[in-house]
């Protein structure tokens, strides 16, 4: 396909929570979408949200993509430059988190963990830089408090969140004499729908998805000159305890 006149982006875990409000806040300024995650009906019901609420119909692409696995990073970076001609933009948002004891945790668990937050990282960054090389881009790791703040049952957790801060910072002195820009978001108390358990009305305290999202957007309107390495989001007023 010819190259497009759009700046493209990228969005792993993009079919809920933070990844579908910056995939939607991305389209919404005109960029062109694809989305990665998991579930083929969650990849396909986020892309119909995403063209419905901002009119981006045709420049929205879903990819379905487990990050844990190589080849599925390498086929959605593909997918992305087949569809559109270029990268200009990964947004590393996909994540989980299990919680308990390092002896109750399971090896499955923990592999999980560390795969999705930080291989699945490594994966997409390896094969997005040399597209990104090419006109200089962008790329936003979405990590957490968590990654300079240990707590109890989050051993593996707070190791692939603590873990991203140093891919991300070493990651930025890599690259950045190659035109791409690197950043770090690190929000904490988020009301998404993370670890299975779905934001009510007692949320309302708490960071938004659309506020990341706005982050993401102030990032990109950066002169090129400057680049914030790190950008730290906490509730303004959380409940007193």
Not at 122 to 150: T, V
Not at 177 to 182: K, L, N, P, Y
Request: hydrophobic share 40%; charged share 20%; glycine share 12%.
């Amino acid at each position: 396909m010819a190259k497009s006149d759009r700046l493209v982006a990228i969005v792993t875990g993009g079919s809920r929570g933070i990844g579908l409000a910056t995939a939607r806040s991305l389209a919404g300024r005109g960029i062109a979408v694809v989305i990665g995650a998991r579930s083929p009906a969650g990849v396909e019901q986020a892309v119909a949200d995403i063209e419905t609420s901002t009119g981006a119909t045709g420049h929205v692409l879903g990819v379905q993509c487990d990050v844990r696995r190589y080849e599925d990073c390498q086929r959605l970076v593909a997918a992305a430059v087949d569809r559109f001609g270029r990268l200009d933009i990964l947004v590393n948002n996909a994540g989980v988190g299990v919680y308990a004891r390092a002896d109750q945790l399971s090896p499955e668990d923990w592999r999980n963990m560390i795969g999705t937050n930080l291989d699945g990282v490594f994966y997409c960054c390896r094969e997005a830089i040399p597209h990104l090389e090419r006109q200089g881009g962008w790329i936003i790791n979405i990590g957490s408090l968590s990654g300079k703040h240990a707590f109890r049952n989050g051993t593996a957790y707070n190791a692939s969140k603590f873990g991203l801060v140093g891919f991300s910072e070493a990651l930025m002195e890599d690259v950045r004499h190659a035109g791409i820009r690197v950043s770090l978001i690190m929000p904490g108390s988020v009301a998404t729908g993370f670890s299975g358990s779905e934001p009510g009305p007692g949320d309302a305290w708490k960071v938004q998805p659309e506020d990341v999202a706005q982050v993401v957007l102030d990032l990109l309107d950066f002169p090129a000159r400057t680049m914030p390495s790190r950008v730290e989001m906490r509730p303004t007023r959380p409940p007193v305890k």
